[in-house]
């Protein structure tokens, strides 16, 4: 009998997240161009968080954030960003995934 596979993005997409309007969990600190590690979080974040405005720098919508860290190991010591984990009730739900 054949093994059925879900790809990596139909798991993702079985999870769901509470977002705590006004209060996002993560920020990027202020700056005019971004370090390389900062602008590496727009294609390793897991959840395409991250993403360059009309300037280049970065942003983030933490909408979606799956609290994987890699952000925050990749930039929060150097105090690029500033990170934290949702209020309790608000966040990302594993259940379906
Ligand atoms: Fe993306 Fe992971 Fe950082 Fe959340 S913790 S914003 S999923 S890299």
Not at 42 to 55: D, M
Not at 90 to 97: A, D, H, I, P, S
Request: aromatic fraction near 10%.
């Amino acid at each position: 009998m054949a093994q059925e596979f879900q790809r990596v993005e139909e798991k993702l997409y079985q999870n769901r997240y509470v977002v705590d309007s006004g209060k996002p969990h993560i920020s990027v600190a202020e700056h005019k161009t971004p370090s390389a590690n900062l602008l590496a979080l727009t294609r390793i974040c897991p959840a395409g968080c991250y993403t360059q405005n009309e300037l280049g720098q970065v942003e983030i919508a933490a909408d979606g954030c799956m609290e994987c860290g890699t952000c925050r190991v990749l930039c929060e010591p150097a105090g690029e960003i500033v990170w934290n984990y949702p209020r309790g009730g608000y966040g990302v739900l594993f259940k379906f995934g």
